[in-house]
């Protein structure tokens, strides 16, 4: 009899994309004739930069010639790529890197769910809460927790309140803690920190040996001067955290595939005999050894996105998210609702009026405005109370979309 892996029955069946589908659909099937504004999708809408489009329309041709033939790549990827990527984007912060320390993927949500099979399963883990879900179901699937208890805690992690309280950036934890995951921009609430509050982890993790899993996949969107893109901008850094980075909401990848991961060649770990052992050599051999590497045109089509043009036209992009995060926050603003980030992320995080339960709220958008979002408890319990909007729509929906919600909440 071949047993499976039952850790995987500890996790909560998917409930919160398919909850929000049934209650959608029961809504349009009584009401055929309202217009449904989705802003609940965590994915993009807009086409590829054009610039983007023509090399990765070049390198499909290159595969048709025996001149420019690629198969097998270098399974970290290729090096013209991580330098491109080296140059215009960590160069401009200050942060210096080798193409050695980067790893070219098909994609964050797998670097940030693979990562954990080079950790040993007794490193205490603290993960944010409300969170991007894979960090949480990840560690479930390896066996790193118990059972969860009723409130959706898994015994084992250590979960940070990500709250207005703590202006969505965690307090250190009380007990010691070996993983901790942050996601500056975040999502789900939207939010950045502060270098200084960054500095306050780092400081952590580097008195503790801990190591921070940064997901940086919307530092593209940070408008604000002085918000860190990196981790590696902040002092120390490189001996305390692994950087994971995504083309997918940057430049319109979530169905092309990649990402990327930065692993400093100081950054350590330590043996069960109490040895330094280097966490880059660890994962390029997990890496060659699982992956073969990122696809040629993916990648080709990845380093036009740092040419001149195909930067100018994927920050057009960028630009257009982040001017549907200015219209959705200050409607919102407009009709009296709280709400947090939409400035350095294209996530708007509001607190539901009148103290509604994040559900009867999206009850309320859905039957008065016929507009789709997201319930903030969805995303864990001290989501409770908050709902996200996403900027990711089209212009017109995300305005008139607006409009209805001030005109519900009577301004
Ligand atoms: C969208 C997203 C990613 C990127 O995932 P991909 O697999 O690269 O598409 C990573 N982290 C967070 C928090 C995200 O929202």
């Not at 993927?105 to 993960?127: E, M, P, R, W, Y």
């Not at 939010?191 to 503790?208: G, I, M, P, S």
């Not at 040419?307 to 009296?336: F, H, K």
Request: proline share 5%; aromatic share 12%; with cysteine.
């Amino acid at each position: 009899m071949a047993r499976i892996n039952d850790h995987y029955l500890k996790l909560k069946a998917g409930y919160l994309f398919p909850e929000i589908g049934r209650r959608v659909t029961e809504f349009t099937q009584a009401n055929p004739e309202a217009k449904v504004i989705r802003l609940g999708i965590g994915d993009v809408t807009r086409p590829l930069a054009p610039a983007v489009l023509n090399a990765f329309h070049q390198a499909i041709d290159d595969l048709g010639t025996t001149e420019n033939f690629a198969g097998y790549g270098p399974e970290q990827g290729y090096a013209w790529l991580s330098q491109v990527i080296i140059d215009k984007s960590y160069r401009p912060l200050g942060v210096d890197l080798t193409t050695d320390e980067m790893f070219i993927s098909d994609g964050s949500k797998c670097d940030c769910a693979n990562i954990l099979d080079i950790f040993a399963l007794d490193n205490v883990v603290a993960i944010g809460d409300p969170v991007y879900p894979v960090y949480n179901d990840t560690n479930v699937m390896v066996g790193r927790t118990g059972e969860a208890d009723e409130k959706g805690y898994y015994k084992g992690i250590v979960y940070m309140p990500f709250t207005a309280d703590n202006n969505f950036v965690p307090d250190l934890p009380k007990e010691k803690v070996d993983i901790i995951y942050l996601c500056y921009p975040n999502n789900p609430t939207g939010t950045v920190a502060t270098k200084d509050e960054l500095k306050r982890w780092v400081d952590y993790a580097r008195a503790n040996d801990a190591i921070i899993f940064f997901d940086a996949a919307y530092e593209a969107f940070i408008t604000t001067p002085g918000i860190p893109h990196s981790i590696y901008e902040i002092d120390g850094a490189k001996e305390c955290a692994i950087e994971f980075r995504s083309f997918s909401k940057t430049a319109g990848f979530t169905g092309v595939r990649c990402g990327l991961v930065v692993i400093p060649e100081q950054l350590s770990g330590t043996t069960t005999d109490g040895e330094k052992y280097s966490i880059n050599k660890l994962w390029k051999r997990r890496v060659t050894t699982k992956f073969n590497g990122a696809s040629y045109p993916v990648q080709r089509a990845a380093a036009a996105v740092y040419s001149d043009e195909g930067w100018q036209q994927t920050r057009e992009t960028i630009d257009y998210y982040m001017e549907n995060a200015r219209i959705i926050r200050e409607g919102l603003q407009a009709a009296g609702i709280d709400c947090y980030g939409g400035v350095d992320a294209p996530y708007i995080w509001l607190k539901t009026p009148e103290g509604m339960s994040s559900w009867d709220f999206f009850d309320k958008l859905l039957n008065e405005c016929h507009v789709v979002g997201t319930p903030g408890s969805g995303f864990g319990p001290s989501g409770e109370g908050y709902f996200r909007l996403s900027a990711f729509g089209g212009r017109t929906n995300v305005e008139t979309a607006v409009q209805r919600i001030r005109k519900t909440w009577g301004k």
